[in-house]
Structures are given as structure tokens and as C-alpha cells.
Antibody
Framework: EVQLVESGGGLVQPGGSLRLSCSASGFNVRGNFMSWIRQAPGKGLEWVSLLNSGGSTFYATSVKGRFIISKDNSKNTLYLQMNSLRVEDTALYYC????????WGQGTMVTVSS | QSVLAQPPSASGTPGQRVTVSCSGGASNIGSNSVNWYHQLPGTAPKLLIYDDHRRPSGVPDRFSGSKSGTSASLAISGLQSEDEADYYCAAWDDNLDGVVFGGGTKLTVL
């Protein structure tokens, strides 16, 4: 079964760091575009970052310079390193496959608060 | 304020046909494919339409997508109560070098 499972969310203070993981099963992250998308409580979807099959990375303006997307093909896992976190980064973070986001995980909650 | 503009709400009665619009610009909808997602309360979004009008396997043909210029539309025919959800459009934006989403449309089945 094709599946994505996110983990690593939690409560962190402003200015802190967190690393999210997205474990894939049923397909290889190696040959796929992979993305992170977030949803603040009660709000709409916001794309965060994309890693294409060639290794190029793309970021939303709101996270550029603070977040880093990467993957470990041997572990079939996508990551999002989040640094200098702000209150406005509080959201449910989803990972998704392909540039059409055809498969989504269930999300992991990140709360940035003092 | 979202780059892609969607009406915040839409409604219809069972069996009716409803459409949700998504308006953008030359750098996004005008030059790239549009995808549509729906999100039932408390669940992850699900791909409904990709490449403007294509349906993933398992999506009923009651759902259809179209695009003209810098606008796209999602049509739902034979509306059912389980279609009550939030609907989002998305497209790559060449100027921003990233994906942009619409603000979402909450569909209510009366």
C-alpha cells in the first residue's frame, strides 16, 4: 500500500528548531517529487517546500532561509529541518508525493509558542 | 491573501450541479496545470483533479475540471451529502518558483 507517515512535530519555543520526518512505503522517494504543505488551525493550505527528482529544492518565501528540505533514499524518508521557528509557523504539516500531490500523509502538528 | 482566488463558500441541494471557480494569472494558471483537492473535516486533503481535467483512479466522474486562460473551474454534478467539504485549487507559479493554493471554498450541501 502506498503510504506516507509524518512524525517529529511538537511544541517548540520561538527561535527554536524541529526536524520533521515523512516515511514512505509502497514507492521510492528517490524517483519522485516530494513536498511539504502546511495548514494553520482553521486556515487553508499553504505550500512550504518541494524537492524534485533531480535534487533541486524550492521554498515558499515565508520559510526561505529558515527551512531545509532533504531526503534519505536508503531510509525512503523525506525531512524538513525547521530553524528559527516563529509563532506563525504553527500548523499541521503534511508531506505529499508528486508535483500533483497525489498521496498525502496524515500530518504532524507543530506548535510554536512560549 | 491567496495568489489564486476562490469564492469562500458555495452551496447546492442533493442532485444539483455546482461549480467552484479558481482565478489566477499568467504566471500560474495561464502557463501551468491546475490541480484540485477536497478535504473532509478532520482529514488530509485528497487529489480530485490533476492536469486541469484528469481524474485519478477512484474519483467518480461526477467531478470534472476545466480551464480557460487564467481561470479554472471544478464542477460537481449529482451533488451528494458526502461532497460537503473544503475544495482547493493549486498550480505552479513561474514568478514565485513555487506552488500556490487558492484560499479554499467550503461547499455546503443543503
Amino acid at each position: 500500500e502506498v503510504q506516507l507517515v509524518e512524525s517529529g512535530g511538537g511544541l517548540v519555543q520561538p527561535g527554536g528548531s524541529l526536524r520533521l520526518s515523512c516515511s514512505a512505503s509502497g514507492f521510492n522517494v528517490r524517483g519522485n517529487f516530494m513536498s511539504w504543505i502546511r495548514q494553520a488551525p482553521g486556515k487553508g493550505l499553504e505550500w512550504v517546500s518541494l524537492l524534485n527528482s533531480g535534487g533541486s529544492t524550492f521554498y515558499a518565501t515565508s520559510v526561505k532561509g529558515r527551512f531545509i528540505i532533504s531526503k534519505d533514499n536508503s531510509k525512503n524518508t523525506l525531512y524538513l529541518q525547521m530553524n528559527s521557528l516563529r509563532v506563525e509557523d504553527t500548523a499541521l504539516y503534511y508531506c505529499a508525493r508528486d508535483d500533483a500531490f497525489d498521496i498525502w500523509g496524515q500530518g504532524t502538528m507543530v506548535t510554536v509558542s512560549s | 491573501q491567496s495568489v489564486l482566488a476562490q469564492p469562500p463558500s458555495a452551496s447546492g441541494t442533493p442532485g444539483q450541479r455546482v461549480t467552484v471557480s479558481c482565478s489566477g494569472g499568467a504566471s500560474n494558471i495561464g502557463s501551468n496545470s491546475v490541480n484540485w483537492y477536497h478535504q473532509l473535516p478532520g482529514t488530509a486533503p485528497k487529489l480530485l483533479i490533476y492536469d486541469d481535467h484528469r481524474r485519478p483512479s477512484g474519483v467518480p466522474d461526477r467531478f470534472s475540471g476545466s480551464k480557460s486562460g487564467t481561470s479554472a473551474s471544478l464542477a460537481i454534478s449529482g451533488l451528494q451529502s458526502e461532497d460537503e467539504a473544503d475544495y482547493y485549487c493549486a498550480a505552479w507559479d513561474d514568478n514565485l518558483d513555487g506552488v500556490v493554493f487558492g484560499g479554499g471554498t467550503k461547499l455546503t450541501v443543503l
